[in-house]
Nanobody, 124 residues
Framework: VQLQASGGGSVQTGGSLRLTCADIGDAPTSYNMGWFRQAPGKEREFVAGISWSGVRTEYADSVKGRFTITRDGAANTVWLQMNSLEPEDTAVYFC??????????????????WGQGTQVTVSS
């Protein structure tokens, strides 16, 4: 698994961005996927996750109703649509993959592979 995240950028409050995470290693197995973010001086926090089947999703309370995670069927490509962005959303966003689990995984330590991160900056 080799994850590559893209789509970050700078927007004003209320703007939108769409992040993409692709498995350029083209692993033959579907994995649970997640997005995390880390702001300067803060710990990495869970943003959104999706099960290997795409049936289950979970969101952090701070992004519910604004962010949507989706995936490309059985492929390990996921997107994070971020709407109504706020300055508090400013962070480096990381995508991650985890081996099979029935539940969406919420903790960084539960993930096996990580992408390089993409910067999201929201200005007021």
């Amino acid at each position: 698994v080799q994850l590559q995240a893209s789509g970050g950028g700078s927007v004003q409050t209320g703007g939108s961005l769409r992040l993409t995470c692709a498995d350029i290693g083209d692993a033959p197995t579907s994995y649970n996927m997640g997005w995390f973010r880390q702001a300067p001086g803060k710990e990495r926090e869970f943003v959104a996750g999706i099960s290997w089947s795409g049936v289950r999703t979970e969101y952090a309370d701070s992004v519910k109703g604004r962010f949507t995670i989706t995936r490309d069927g059985a492929a390990n490509t996921v997107w994070l649509q971020m709407n109504s962005l706020e300055p508090e959303d400013t962070a480096v966003y990381f995508c991650a993959a985890a081996t099979f689990s029935r539940a969406v995984l919420l903790k960084p330590v539960e993930y096996n592979w990580w992408g390089q991160g993409t910067q999201v900056t929201v200005s007021s």
